[in-house]
């Protein structure tokens, strides 16, 4: 941008950043004193081409600068130095017949954003496209700009790039020289065309192809929504509103993945399980979220959500949990950011779920027992909601699974998708292909099964199978077999399938396992079971205890009950000798321990 009233008017459009160029070469050089008042949601960005740090600076300065684009030969360093302004860094790369990813890797700590150009004559504004399939191969799980000629004619091939695996990390669309009257003068019609258009492109998007992801309404197809008392309503709206743009924040995301990183220990294994697979005559890959800190996958959601409480001016913390993993790690990330916290939990949990409850009470939090009902999870869940209604100002309430009202299952779902986004590097760095052909998890509210299937929900060719547990047996009358015996009602703020009798009471559920006995599971499950997308199993008590001592003593590694379930399908489903199968061992099996023991009279 160059002149005062166009600029004025192409802000009207609301785009998410406007740029200004300061390089004296450039005919778009921005040579005014000051940027005209625009919306403070737009981002000023300033263009610079190996200018000097004093240069910058001074700019950013200046014009109040909220990011800054490097068009030239900026060195990590640079950036580094540049990241103490407080300013979005976007570093940019020119592609043309082909590009070096490694180029990338020394600016992953020190950039928030890449963009890809056209490699032309000149630094930008070459008005022409590059081949973008050569982003396939894009091998960071950084966010990045797509730019180089880009105008109302491309928008078809937007359409087909927006369909493709390409677009995966593509944040922004940068759009310059094809929408001028000359340089620096954009054209308005232009633009609002190109917008009108380009959201008819995404909302195609959404109808046809994102169908298996939760809607604008909060719906996964028939299931979902927020069924919620009034006094709830300030709570989750104010979660809904800004729970998408805080996750989109360049500095959560970075927080957030260096807590992943240096505190949690991730990326987490993917073991090809040797002994395990030759037994069963096909390919078995354990995605080792055992052994995550706190020795389960809850604890990347409680990462996120604790910085997403954070963020909303929230100090009282407070979970519900079944098998205690999930109120461990709540526990654990609220000790981490000194904020109150109390998880309740069914009294049969309590004392089945020892050790777990010893470790909540050492990490400074309080245990409060569920003693109505089954007095397991679902009435653990409803005295947590309780509390939540009886305080609904300070308090943020950190659901532990896929469950609750949107946008809860989107939200745990999105934190822990981190487990399905490092199967396919770590799958394509151990087979050659990101793609296997089944992912396999234990679901009781669903949210390691979430994680595990996100980045694959839309890949037809990868078979999705969701293990529930079957307790004494499906038809005994003791099971929780959802999916099996569920039919559509509403259970803690969502409408999803849910064990019921014929008047509407809720069923209570049974398993040996704590954290799978749920009478109800996450609407995004719901919609995969009715939709078909996802082939449902029911495990025994039986079978699950025994494929978790199979485990121990082919493998060496001790599984927590439920991810046993996942284990226990092979000895009834075959698979083919080259068919990869990837399983989440979504825990360890120390917490286990007491009941192994009684189990096998060991």
Known sequence: MKYQDNIKHVATLQPDYLGFIFYEKSARNFDSESIPDIDEAIKKTGVFVDATLEFVIDKINKHNLQAVQLHGNESPEYCSTLKSEKVEIIKVFSVKDEFNFERLKPYEAVCDFFLFDTKGKHPGGNGYTFDWNLLSDYPSTKPFFLSGGIGLEEIEDIKQFTNSKASKYCYALDVNSKFEIEPGLKNIEALKAFKKNLSEVLDYKKEHVMNYNVNEKGYYGEFGGAFIPEMLYPNVEELRQNYLKVMA????????????????????????????????????????????????????????QILM??????????????????????????????????????????????????????????????????????????????????????????????????????????????????????????????????????????????????????????????????????????????????????????????????????????????????????????????????????????????????????????????????????????????????????????????????????
Not at 265 to 272: D, H, K, Q, V
Not at 315 to 328: D, K, M, P, S, Y
Not at 408 to 427: A, C, G, H, N
Not at 435 to 447: K, M
Request: hydrophobic content about 35%; aromatic content about 8%.
């Open 249 to 304: 924040e360049p500095d959560f995301i970075k927080e957030f993945d260096q807590l992943l990183k240096d505190y949690v220990g991730r990326p987490s294994p993917l073991y090809f399980a040797k002994r395990l697979s030759e037994k069963y005559n096909t390919k078995i890959y354990l995605k080792r979220e055992d052994l995550n800190h706190t020795g389960a996958h809850k604890i990347n959601n409680t990462i996120g």
């Open 309 to 602: 409480a954070k963020r909303l001016g929230k100090h009282r913390i407070i979970a519900e949990t079944g098998a205690g993993q999930h109120g461990v790690a709540t526990a654990t990330v609220c000790a981490l950011m000194g904020l109150e916290c109390i998880v309740y939990m069914g009294e049969i949990d309590i004392a089945r779920q020892a050790p777990n409850v010893a470790r909540m009470k050492m990490l400074g939090a309080k245990v409060v027992p569920a003693l109505s009902g089954s007095r397991t999870l679902k009435d653990a869940t409803n005295e947590a909601i309780r509390d939540w209604i009886n305080n609904p100002v300070d308090t943020h309430y950190i659901i532990g699974s896929a469950i609750g009202p949107h946008p809860y299952p989107d939200m745990v779902t999105r934190f822990q998708s981190v487990i399905s986004e490092e199967i396919k590097w770590q799958l394509k760095e151990q087979t050659g292909n990101e793609n296997p052909d089944y992912l396999v998890a234990c679901i009781g509210g669903g949210s390691n099964a979430a994680g595990t299937y996100y980045h694959y929900l839309h890949e037809p060719e990868v078979g999705i199978i969701a293990v529930e547990a079957a307790g004494l047996g499906v038809d005994s009358g003791e099971s929780a077999a959802t999916s099996v015996l569920g039919k559509e009602g509403i259970i803690h703020g969502c409408k999803t399938l849910l064990m019921q009798t014929k008047d509407g009471q809720i069923t209570e559920p049974y398993s040996i396992s704590a954290g799978l006995d749920y009478p109800g599971v996450g609407p995004m499950h719901a919609h995969l079971a009715k939709t078909g997308r996802a082939e449902f199993m029911a495990i025994t008590d039986d079978d699950a205890m025994n494929a978790g001592l199979e485990l121990c003593k082919l493998e060496g590694i001790i599984p927590a009950i439920e991810s046993s379930h996942a284990l226990a399908i092979f000895e009834q489903r075959k698979f083919k000798p080259n068919d990869v199968v990837v399983v989440s061992l979504s825990g360890r099996g120390d917490k286990d321990l007491n009941n192994y023991i009684e189990y096998f009279k060991i």
